[in-house]
């Protein structure tokens, strides 16, 4: 496939593009069509047959693991299905064996659920270095100055909520071995547009719900735990959902599952996951996994016009465009003289949806954003005083 081709086989896939130009992608996903039929098939059996279709619902689960594994290059038995990104970094974080004196590294305008993990961490003595980011893109040398012998973990968005700066996960991998730590990639950002390879790169924890860019529902995501750390990790909750024999009631008996599973210990939000499910077929279907997937283009191509567009209309971006290889689908802008809640309030009044972050108004389109919508946010803007 080509971009036009990609986006022609998207966008009749997600009904949000009847009545809106959305652009609010890095927040809320739209859910596709796959997805709520999935959810309402749910909802449905749930009413008229109760617990009767769970083996069901169950198979779906472990087809949603597996579609997730596929699209990082991991196997169903490093993925665990998470609630979001915040419990996914907390396994991690509580999980791991750390001694007074450690220390984690991270950047200082992370998203707070990749940060306030680490800060519950200081009664146990470890230390969390947040790294300054005076342009709002970080500097790779000032993240190496950080690390040393006592760094444990170096925590880090693929793609920054509000920058949108895009780590070379290569080099992230390359910064946290270096000084003998493990690297978390928090993906909530770039999954569903990037592809990643993560034994390839020798990622050693990634975070992501499903909620963004996979275009899933809230309340369903992933870990990823390489397998050879899957030890290094004490389940910092269990329950019977946890063990070997998760169906065996009568038998009390302290056997953790051998795979990621062991850190789901409970029910599972079923009508998410069935709807992540579905989202996950979607992309695939689109193309994600392969090396010749248009998604990532796409994206990239909808980006760099829209720029060009708003700085002809005299908006500025809030940081400096980052290199080609650090974009991402986001960034923000700011309209001199005019507050940025007003601008995302304004075009919200002409069925244009945008975002406020980082001190500017945030525009993140998927692959499903088209010419059509660009140039109702440009009609937008005129409007905007």
Known sequence: MDIRTTRARFRPEMPICRDWAYFDQAAVSPLPSAARSAIDRWAQQASDQGGIAWRQWSGELERARRLAADLIGATPPEIALVPNTTTAISIVANGFPWQPGDNVVTLA????????????????????????????????????????????????????YASGWRWDVAEAVEIAHRSGALLLLDAIQALGVHPIDVHAAGVDFLAADGHKWLLGPEGAGLLYVKQDRLETLRPPIV???????????????????????????????????????????????????????????????????????????????????????????????????????????????????????????????????DDEDLRRLERGLRGVR
């Open 109 to 160: 305008n992370e998203f707070p659920s990749n940060i306030y993990p680490w800060m519950n961490l200081a009664p146990r003595g470890v230390e969390l270095r947040c790294v300054p980011v005076p342009t709002g893109q970080p500097e790779v040398a000032r993240v190496r100055a950080a690390c040393d012998e006592r760094t444990r973990i170096v925590a880090l968005s693929w793609v920054g």
């Open 239 to 369: 329950g019977w959902n946890s063990m070997a024999q998760p169906f065996e009631f009568d038998r009390v008996e302290w056997r953790l599952r051998p795979d990621a599973a062991r850190f789901e210990a409970g029910s599972y939000n079923m009508a998410g996951f069935l709807g992540l499910s579905a989202s996950l077929q979607l992309l695939s279907d689109l193309g994600l996994r392969s090396s010749s997937s248009d998604i990532e283009p796409c994206v990239l191509d909808f980006r760099r016009s829209a720029v060009d567009m708003l700085q002809r209309h005299g908006a500025t971006l809030v940081s400096p465009a980052p290199p080609p290889e650090h974009q991402s689908g986001i960034f923000c802008f700011q309209m001199p003289g005019i507050r940025p809640e007003h601008v995302r309030k304004a075009l919200l009044q002409q069925g244009v949806v945008v975002n406020c972050r980082g001190g500017g108004v945030r525009l993140s389109a998927h692959a499903y954003a």
